[in-house]
């Protein structure tokens, strides 16, 4: 099959105008299909972050919750109820919610995701956390999330430079403490991670007791599967019981089923096949017809219908190859600059780099089996 590379390219070049379309019809598509994918990958992550970061095996959350976005308290003395479990360590309640912060440069107002968690325990694995934990203890004192848009304020280059970082949340006045590493998502542009008691005094109307996360940790050994299924049954049906792992998944398929955004990402690439096969068809089909003769003449003199179908999919494999290359170096240049300028985790990967080369290659393979068809009609004796 590959000794007939060279007709198949001699026939591209030819016509120098139409293979630098086709090639850019071909890049368009896969930047089309990189972008897509690479936003409906960093809505995944970004949302699941804070979930990964959680140092427990099991999670507790209210029945009627759906997502970060909307969970619903629940008594804590559920999540008390686990330590009847010999198999349980120890647990840890944790509140989450929403909140304007004031600019303190512009006096603008924009929401943050604030976390509540017991100082003497380190539940979240992100950096900065650990090595602040004792400053929580003070009254009114906020870790801010580094990686927090810029439109909360000069919060980390003003801590950095050891000023006073003051500003309002809720209307209540509070000092930033020390920085941590959490990450913008599509749920919440910045993060704070405070006490308990700090989180109660942003939020009066919160009572204590109340919680948004339960935390299970499991002693060493033990079966986190066989656990969360025994406390399904131990626990009244107001509880959803997840493994740690569960708990991600829970939270991923909410934004890919359960909201628009997930959907139109997907659809987004579907389109990019869709644009990249039509684009290539064309000029493959135009190909054809131009050498109609030529391949008559091939098959007058005993070449097979398959031997035809051969030269047109090496050309489509010629096409995707050489395509693929600008659309994934301006798919790398493009995501930098999102990641630059939303601060949400667009990254290439390998997966996805290799998802993408497979559906241009078949994207094209699908243009020249259909343009091929036209071949089935080129009858010598009609031609000559």
């Not at 569960?246 to 939270?251: K, M, R, Y």
């Not at 990249?276 to 131009?290: H, N």
């Not at 094209?364 to 009858?379: H, M, N, P, Q, Y």
Request: proline share 4%; hydrophobic share 50%.
């Amino acid at each position: 099959m590959f000794d007939k590379i060279p007709l198949a390219w001699l026939q591209l070049k030819r016509e120098k105008t139409r293979l630098a379309v086709a090639l850019a019809g071909i890049a368009f598509a896969d930047i089309l299909m990189f972008m897509q994918l690479g936003f409906r990958d960093s809505l995944y992550y970004s949302n699941v972050r804070l979930h990964m970061s959680l140092q427990g095996d099991i999670v507790l959350i209210n029945n009627q919750s759906n997502a970060v976005l909307s969970l619903k308290t629940f008594s804590q003395r559920r999540l008390y109820k686990a330590l009847d479990f010999p198999a349980v360590e120890s647990v840890h309640p944790i509140y989450l919610d929403y909140a304007p912060w004031k600019n303190p440069v512009t006096g603008r107002f924009r929401n943050l995701l604030i976390v509540g968690i017991n100082p003497e325990f380190n539940v979240l694995n992100l950096p900065g956390i650990q090595e602040n934990l004792d400053k929580l203890k003070l009254s009114d004192v906020v870790l801010y999330d580094r990686s927090s848009r810029q439109e909360y304020g000069p919060i980390v280059a003003e801590f950095e430079q050891n000023k006073t970082v003051t500003a309002e949340v809720r209307n209540r006045k509070i000092r930033v403490g020390g920085l941590f590493t959490l990450g913008a998502s599509f749920g919440a542009d910045g993060n704070l991670v405070t006490s308990d008691l700090n989180f109660l005094r942003i939020f009066p109307h919160r009572r204590s007791g109340l919680i948004d996360i339960g935390l299970i940790k499991l002693k060493p050994g033990a079966d986190a599967i066989a656990v969360a299924q025994n406390l399904k049954n131990y626990l009244p049906k107001d509880i959803q019981v997840f493994t740690k792992q569960e708990f991600v998944d829970f939270e991923r398929n909410y934004w890919a089923s359960s909201t628009a955004i997930g959907f139109i990402f997907s659809l987004g690439t579907v389109m990019g096949f869709i644009v990249g096969t039509v684009i290539v068809y064309q000029i493959l089909y135009t190909e054809v017809t131009d050498h109609l003769s030529e391949y008559a003449t091939l098959k007058a003199i005993g070449y097979t219908q398959n031997y035809l179908l051969s030269v047109i999919l090496q050309e489509a494999l010629i096409l995707a190859i050489l395509g693929y290359m600008p659309g994934i170096a301006i798919a790398l240049f493009l995501y930098d600059r999102a990641r630059a300028a939303t601060l949400l985790p667009v990254f290439m990967s390998g997966e996805r780099a290799i998802i993408v080369m497979i559906l241009t290659i078949v994207m094209c393979f699908i243009s020249g089996a259909i343009a091929v068809r036209k071949l089935r009609s080129a009858d010598p004796a009609d031609i000559f």
